[in-house]
């Protein structure tokens, strides 16, 4: 099977104080750090070998994660001794990755989706496969007639927009335009789109959050043991 890098190197700012001792994906959520999480839903779909890519506060990642093998995965891992964004990051850990497909996501996603359909879209000239997801609303909708009475509300309901997931599949071609320092959602894609070289697959029926806020901890708190039982 691939191997996959997460990125794992950020300073998490919003979630402070949480990751003034610790970088964000050791943020716990259900008694777990988000890397654990993370680490576990890529075994299950087959995936051991997984490179952290580690900046920010890096020894505490040493220290809770070690080598794997207690999570039943094998650990490597890519330092940045500077902030690299995630185009940086991903050419930094190059030498990790040595398949010809590879695995990346962000080390503050939870998510149950598949990854087969990501490396499915490769080949072909196409070198990057995105997840994407229905954007949800941060508010609760309200409808109202031509004559101003509501008819329903909605809370949170998905939106016809899709977001990037922060999952991607890659074959090492992408190597050729990645930068030393920048982020992959500036510098590569439109590239890639550009020359028809990327493809998008919609994810509808999975459960998908970014973790930037205490908010968003507590939101997944309360369904991540149903999400993964």
Same mark, same amino acid.
Request: aromatic content about 10%; cysteine-free.
């Given at each position: 099977?691939?191997?996959a890098l #997460? ?5 998490g700012?919003r979630?402070a104080? %949480? ?5 964000k994906? %050791? +943020?716990?959520?259900?008694g777990?750090p988000?890397l654990?999480?993370?680490i ?6 087959g @995936?051991r070998? #997984?490179? %952290?890519? +580690?900046g !920010?506060?890096?020894?505490k990642?040493f220290?809770?994660? &070690?080598? &794997?093998?207690k999570?039943g995965?094998?650990?490597f891992?890519?330092v940045?001794e500077e902030p690299? &964004?995630t185009?940086? /990051?991903?050419?930094n /850990?190059m030498?990790?990755?040595e398949?010809?497909?590879f +695995?990346?996501?962000?080390g ?6 598949? @990854?087969?359909? %990501?490396?499915d879209g490769?080949g072909g &000239?196409?070198?990057a496969s995105?997840a994407?997801v229905?954007?949800r ?12 009475? #509501?008819?329903?509300? *909605? ?8 977001i990037?997931?922060g999952?991607y /599949?890659?074959t =090492?071609?992408?190597f =050729? !335009?990645l ?6 959602e ?6 890639? /789109?550009?020359?028809? =070289? ?6 509808r029926d999975?459960?998908w959050?970014? @973790?930037?806020t205490?908010?968003?901890?507590e939101?997944v708190e =309360?369904v @991540? *043991?149903?999400i993964?039982a």
């Amino acid at each position: 099977m691939v191997r996959a890098l #997460i990125l794992a190197g950020g300073f998490g700012k919003r979630l402070a104080p %949480l990751t003034l001792d610790r970088p964000k994906p %050791l +943020v716990e959520i259900g008694g777990k750090p988000i890397l654990q999480w993370q680490i576990e839903w890529l075994s299950r779909q087959g @995936i051991r070998d #997984i490179v %952290l890519a +580690v900046g !920010y506060l890096r020894t505490k990642v040493f220290e809770v994660m &070690g080598d &794997g093998s207690k999570f039943g995965v094998r650990l490597f891992y890519s330092v940045e001794e500077e902030p690299l &964004g995630t185009g940086g /990051a991903i050419k930094n /850990a190059m030498k990790f990755l040595e398949d010809d497909v590879f +695995v990346v996501l962000n080390g503050d996603v939870i998510t149950n989706l598949s @990854i087969k359909p %990501l490396l499915d879209g490769l080949g072909g &000239g196409i070198i990057a496969s995105i997840a994407l997801v229905p954007m949800r609303s941060p508010y609760g909708i309200v409808h109202v007639d031509d004559d101003g009475f #509501i008819t329903e509300f *909605k809370e949170k309901p998905l939106l016809d927009y899709l977001i990037n997931a922060g999952v991607y /599949a890659f074959t =090492r071609d992408v190597f =050729r !335009y990645l930068p030393d320092k920048g982020d992959i959602e500036v510098t590569v894609f439109p590239k890639l /789109a550009s020359e028809r =070289r990327i493809r998008g697959v919609i994810y509808r029926d999975v459960f998908w959050k970014s @973790i930037d806020t205490i908010k968003d901890i507590e939101e997944v708190e =309360r369904v @991540i *043991k149903d999400i993964f039982a």
